[in-house]
């Protein structure tokens, strides 16, 4: 199999367990932890918090809360990691643009001499 065929596999694989995506943005989900900064108004939507996220250096992701979960307005959590994101409903999640950026230029090189051979070992499972 080609270096390109393996990364091919395993991103194919990675699918299969990840939330669905839409815009690197998942619905139904959130992050803990490394929240430096919390907003709310009432014209606060998922794309105004993420909007705020990228304008904001520090930022790496961010959480969009529904009026309903916070008792009042809804809310939009800057945090300053990419927390691993887990199932919440009534939240958005989402990545910077710049952290985001990254993560898909890396996606997109091909693997090193020195990763292949992890990559098949992966593959073939243990012996």
């Given at each position: 199999m080609t270096a390109r065929g393996l990364v091919s596999v395993l991103v194919l694989a990675g699918l299969a367990v990840t939330p669905a995506v839409a815009d690197g943005v998942l619905h139904g989900h959130a992050r803990r932890g490394a929240v430096?900064?919390?907003?709310?108004?009432?014209?606060?939507?998922?794309?105004?918090?993420?909007?705020?996220?990228?304008?904001?250096?520090?930022?790496?992701?961010w959480v969009w809360t529904r009026a309903e979960l916070t008792g009042s307005e809804p809310a939009c959590s800057l945090l300053s990691a990419a927390?691993?994101?887990?199932?919440?409903?009534?939240?958005?999640?989402?990545?910077s643009q710049a952290i985001a950026s990254r993560i898909d230029a890396a996606a997109e090189r091909p693997p090193s001499d020195r990763e292949i051979p992890a990559l098949r070992a992966t593959l073939d499972g243990p012996h």
């Open positions: 430096y900064q919390t907003l709310a108004a009432d014209s606060l939507t998922p794309r105004a918090c993420a909007a705020l996220c990228d304008a904001d250096g520090t930022c790496q992701s927390p691993t994101p887990y199932p919440a409903p009534g939240r958005v999640t989402g990545l």
